[in-house]
């Protein structure tokens, strides 16, 4: 893995809001880096800045009461975060795109899916309309879109969750990018047609070899299909390391615990009660002081309540933010 | 040996769809077509499909909160399917329902401890001060603090609310609880409390579970025994175990296979169906999977499949069984 060039370097990225209420610190010193052609998992619970940090990447947190205040995201080396709103459209769509959990809400009602899909392709190739639409109907049969003549001319509530999720991807790597994002995109789908869609993105990423960031709270989704995994909780990446050791020896108490916690669909019933994990996710405008998880942590000292932990490189590849990891 | 607290016979309920310039319906949805089963004394039968399976419905029906199109709900050896509102009413008790929605479900402009309250005002069971202690014991039992009584839903977290929901629909002691995804709103780390707390009660009051899912992993760990639903239909039910370790059915192989596991070790052979859910309006001939059935054979557009045994208390719904 380490071999291959770094395509995405995100460092201490920090994504506040400010809303009459007060500030939420959505992302507070996020790190994360994508190497080429590597799948990355982004997964935390509702509140944990992970969709944030996503838009952050594409610069499209809106602004107020959103604003990135701190930190560097690379992109090939350069910084995205210093770019202005020109350079930023030309990768944006193009070199970086994103698929998001409604496809509904964000395929255009009014205009078929063919006219929404070449309308993303000559906004980024300089070419004909019937080149375009050539085009179009190729990335539909890429997808799985049975027909893709007669689909061209459909509009989307004419189409199935499934198929309108197909569409959204087809839309997004019509530009052959380097970077998918997918943010939650399977969460709304029933499980057969989630498999469907994990299958054609796994596929599709092997064949075109661009780098896919899963950002999801489904453990299992991305035990299936990330290289790398990453665990965020109120803000800040709190474990990273291969998919394998995440699930095989998971260091951070949050991990640990939430692993523990989930039922196992593949083991016999037992009538135990799940170890979950004690309280609920804190307030992001009362972080706790000290490491963010402690309120919740068995683990936690005195220590945990008044210092925040850096996050630390255990062992090769595996980082984690935790004065007390667990020993594998 | 176990008591058969309700049992549900060919229930069929079909929504119309009015259309033309009387009014006259067209077509029907047919949500839930001819399902049948059982479910004992203190035990927990999910029901699982995906959505527009017509589980939700199912669960509604069963309740009477919809009136059926046509069967027999057996409620401890009684027919409730004919009986109106009002003959319904006192057996609303034994009854009750939780909902997905933790936002949704709870009156925003009631407090908390009249919201949990408000089963026992309705039936009029207790005094006053009687009532009142009931909600205190009962948002310690749920783990709320009773002092939370005057807050209102806005206050509680998606997690407190479905404690509340719980509240209020045990609060009566009911036999029976519909669970309608009672967790699937919620964050991973709070389904796990969830879970275990409806669990507990389960075991402390001896209540009975009608679950009702999409999540399998949850409903491995919660049921004793499951219903697989598709298009209206149930295709296959049996023990826990013997479902998830010995599907039968086509698609509740198909469905099983498509669960994520957590583990990146495990690599399961995948069966991927292809197209999508049919439309009730208008399901297939004979086998309503037929259409997306890797071993569809003729037979299967022509007859609807019968309910066969396949092993005890194991039954399935396909063509593949009686085929010579």
Known sequence: ?328 | MATRLVEVQKLKKWFPIKGGVFSTTVASVRAVDEVSFFIDQGETLSLVGESGSGKTTTGRTMLKLLQPTSGKIIYKGKDISKLTPNQMRPLRRNMQIMFQDPYGSLNPRMPVGDIIREPLDVHSIGTRKERQQAVATMMETVGLRPEYERRYPHEFSGGQRQRIGVARAIIINPELLVLDEPISALDVSIQSQIINLLQELQQRLNLTYLFIAHDLAVVRHMSDRVAVMYLGKIVETADNDELFDHPFHPYTQALLSAVPVPDPDVKRERIILQGDVPSPINPPSGCHFRTRCPYAMPICKEQEPAMIEVAPGHTVACHLLTRK
């Open chain 1, 1 to 328: 893995m380490d071999n291959r060039e770094v395509l995405v370097d995100i460092k201490n990225l920090r994504t506040f809001f400010y809303t009459e209420d007060g500030v939420v610190p959505a992302v507070d010193g996020i790190d994360l880096t994508i190497h080429q052609g590597e799948v990355v998992g982004l997964v935390g619970e509702s509140g944990c800045g992970k969709s944030v940090t996503a838009l952050s990447i594409m610069r499209l947190i809106p602004n107020p009461p959103g604003k990135i205040i701190g930190g560097q995201i690379f992109f090939h080396g350069e910084d995205l975060l210093k770019k202005n709103e020109e350079e930023i459209r030309l990768i944006r769509g193009d070199k970086i795109s994103m698929i998001f959990q409604e496809p509904m809400t964000s395929l255009n009602p009014v205009y078929t899916i063919g006219d929404q899909i070449s309308e993303a392709i000559t906004l980024h190739q300089k070419i004909h309309a019937t080149e375009a639409k050539k085009r179009t109907i190729e990335m539909l049969h890429l997808v799985g879109i049975p027909e893709p003549e007669q689909r061209f001319s459909q509009y989307p509530h004419e189409m199935s969750g499934g198929m309108r999720q197909r569409v959204m991807i087809a839309m997004a790597l019509s530009s052959n990018p380097e970077l998918l994002i997918s943010d939650e995109a399977t969460t709304a789908l029933d499980v057969t047609i989630q498999a469907q869609i994990l299958d054609l993105m796994r596929g599709l990423q092997k064949k075109l070899g661009m780098a896919i960031l899963i950002i999801t709270h489904n453990l299992a989704v991305v035990a299936e299909m990330a290289d790398t995994i990453n665990i965020a909780y109120a803000g800040k990446i709190v474990e990273s390391a291969s998919a394998r050791e995440v699930f095989k020896s998971p260091r951070h108490p949050y991990t640990y615990g939430l692993l523990k916690s989930i039922p196992k669909f593949t083991e016999k019933r037992t009538n135990e009660p799940l170890p979950a994990i004690e309280g609920m996710v804190p307030s992001p405008y009362h972080m706790p002081k000290g490491c963010r998880f402690n309120p919740r942590c068995p683990f936690a000292t005195e220590k945990c309540r008044e210092e925040e932990p850096e996050i630390l490189e255990l062992t090769p590849g595996h980082l984690v933010r935790c004065f007390h990891p667990i020993e594998p």
